[in-house]
């Protein structure tokens, strides 16, 4: 097993500490912007697309880009390119499918939230808690990030593991409590910079062999001798790439990713519409720039060997291990600092997007008009910045325990468990829902307890057959790209039926959300 020496730990306590001391002093600034829980939810209209792209492309990206997936390709090999390289296409493609759309409604209705969003357009308060209820799956992928961060503590510094994640923790809950999507947006954005610099210096070590004898050839020759189904197209040792299906639904399980709402968000923070393009099209480059950390898993394969198949902290560990072989000791602490930030610009959004379930859709948009209508909005907005600050501390103690309870999973894996069903459930109301006026509030609502109900379903295996279709679904229970894609496709075609067979929207509801039809 590789471990760090001193000089890493001490450059890795370096590094730690100015880290916190600008993520501190991105807090303090985002806290001074933060004058309503608008501002703390959205920070609606205040940054260029340059910086927003950026911020996107971090908050995207998160631990599971930096260990998840080298840890994946560490394992199943040149296969794992497939999921690497795909998944951005979903990503960014579902953000250019839906930016007009969100970027409307937030004009129109000041929409906080993309619960909020789905409860403006189908005028239903059930369809909107619903989705903020169902949220809280999202504590899923907040956990995998503190996950991430705590191998990344642990291995990098020898804090044990329980210290590691608190103080991953205890990072988050300082800047975002403070600051929220302004503080959010800042450091990802700074953060951003950091990961494609890293990135590209991950893609260079791949590309020259850095370690290897024989350069980049010398890698593909290691990884065959090691395990020959490693350099296939398909590896069919593997549950996620083993064959064209599973490309398929990497893509089509990632289109809504980029609506889930620590990510849909980030889009009303846009300050000029006019330069959506510009930020779309930025976005799209450096977002398949991050994918490029997935060849770090095959030179760590290739450099170690099979060490990490057997070893105390597996796969996940492959980035940490490949920087602590190869490089001067300040260096991998520095690229060390850059994974960290990975996982701390996904975790932020993800914090502030779980503080709005309880602050404005339950609060503001339910609660306040039934039990606070005399009381004003600036009370109301007041309270709910309040709501706000005390949800993220109690969303993070809870993602806390569910990192420690999970800690041996995959960290690509564990946030797939727990997004993959919202994913699923939003592909009718959402996906489709933002280009088919005539999808009714009903059909919204079955389609998304369809795609819920039928995601949980096959993941939690309760398919059962030895031949046909039956068998099939079953297999595909280990899958949860495939259990989402299917989970999405039964939204989508409930939510048509819904629709035919139930009462349209009015028509002046409509032309309100998506501009008069001539």
């Known amino acids: 097993m590789v471990e760090p020496n001193g000089d890493l730990r001490m450059w890795s306590w370096v590094f730690l500490l100015m880290y916190i001391g600008i993520m501190a002093i991105c807090g303090v600034l985002g806290m001074r912007r933060v004058k309503s829980g608008d501002d703390f939810a959205t920070a609606r209209g205040s940054y260029g697309a340059i910086?927003?792209?950026?911020?996107?492309?971090?908050?995207?990206?998160?631990?599971?880009?930096?260990?998840?997936?080298?840890?994946?390709?560490?394992?199943?090999?040149?296969?794992?390119?497939?999921?690497?390289?795909?998944y951005p296409l979903g990503v960014y493609g579902g953000i250019l499918?839906?930016?007009?759309?969100?970027?409307?409604?937030?004009?129109?209705?000041?929409n906080r939230s993309i619960p909020e969003y789905l409860g403006d357009r189908y005028q239903s308060e059930l369809l909107r808690l619903s989705v903020a209820i169902f949220s809280l799956l999202l504590l899923f992928y907040l956990a995998g990030q503190l996950l991430a961060g705590t191998v990344m503590f642990e291995q990098m510094m020898g804090i044990p593991k329980f210290y590691a994640l608190a103080i991953t923790s205890g990072v988050l809950l300082v800047y975002i409590a403070i600051g929220g999507?302004?503080?959010?947006?800042?450091?990802?954005?700074?953060?951003?910079a950091l990961m494609i610099i890293i990135a590209l210096g991950v893609i260079a070590m791949f590309m020259f062999g850095f370690g290897v004898d024989g350069g980049l050839g010398g890698v593909l020759n290691r990884l065959e001798s090691l395990d020959p189904d490693t350099t296939k197209v398909f590896n069919p040792k593997s549950s996620i790439v083993n064959s064209s299906w599973d490309v398929f639904a990497i893509f089509a399980a990632h289109l809504p990713l980029g609506m889930l709402p620590h990510i849909g968000n980030k889009l009303w923070a846009l300050k000029d519409n006019a330069s959506r393009r510009r930020f779309m099209t930025l976005s799209f480059v450096l977002g398949l720039l991050m994918p490029g950390l997935a060849l770090g898993g095959l030179l760590a394969r290739a450099v170690l060997g099979d060490e990490l198949l057997t070893g105390e902290y597996g796969p996940n560990?492959?980035?940490?291990?490949?920087?602590?072989?190869?490089?001067?000791?300040?260096l991998a602490a520095l690229l060390g600092a850059g994974v960290l930030a990975a996982v701390m610009s996904t975790a932020d959004g993800l914090a502030v997007s779980a503080s709005q379930i309880f602050a404005n859709d339950i609060y503001r948009c339910s609660l306040a008009p039934r039990y606070h209508k005399d009381r004003g909005e600036a009370y109301i907005d007041k309270l709910s910045l309040r709501i706000s600050r005390i949800a993220t501390a109690f969303v993070l103690i809870g993602a806390m325990g569910m990192a420690w309870a999970f800690q041996d999973l995959n960290v690509a894996l564990l946030v797939w468990a727990g997004i993959g069903g919202m994913m699923a459930a939003l592909a009718g109301p959402f996906m489709l829902g933002v280009f088919w006026r005539r999808l009714s509030r009903t059909g919204a609502l079955l389609g998304f307890f369809a795609?819920?109900?039928?995601?949980?379903?096959?993941?939690?295996?309760?398919?059962?057959?030895?031949?046909?279709?039956l068998a099939?679904?079953?297999?595909?229970?280990?899958?949860?790209?495939?259990?989402?894609?299917?989970?999405?496709?039964?939204?989508?075609i409930v939510s048509v039926l819904g629709s035919l067979f139930s009462e349209p929207l009015p028509s002046e509801h409509l032309d309100e959300v998506f501009g008069r039809e001539d």
């Open 181 to 192: 999507a302004h503080a959010d947006i800042l450091t990802d954005g700074i953060q951003g």
């Open 51 to 86: 910086f927003l792209s950026f911020a996107l492309v971090a908050t995207t990206a998160s631990g599971a880009t930096f260990l998840g997936l080298p840890a994946i390709t560490y394992k199943v090999g040149l296969s794992g390119l497939w999921y690497a390289f795909i």
């Open 317 to 330: 560990y492959s980035i940490p291990a490949l920087f602590i072989t190869l490089l001067p000791s300040w």
């Open 97 to 110: 499918l839906c930016l007009r759309a969100v970027t409307r409604a937030g004009r129109i209705f000041g």
């Open 451 to 469: 795609g819920a109900i039928v995601f949980i379903v096959l993941k939690s295996g309760g398919i059962h057959g030895e031949e046909g279709v």
């Open 472 to 492: 099939w679904l079953s297999s595909q229970s280990s899958n949860p790209f495939a259990c989402a894609t299917l989970g999405g496709g039964a939204s989508v």
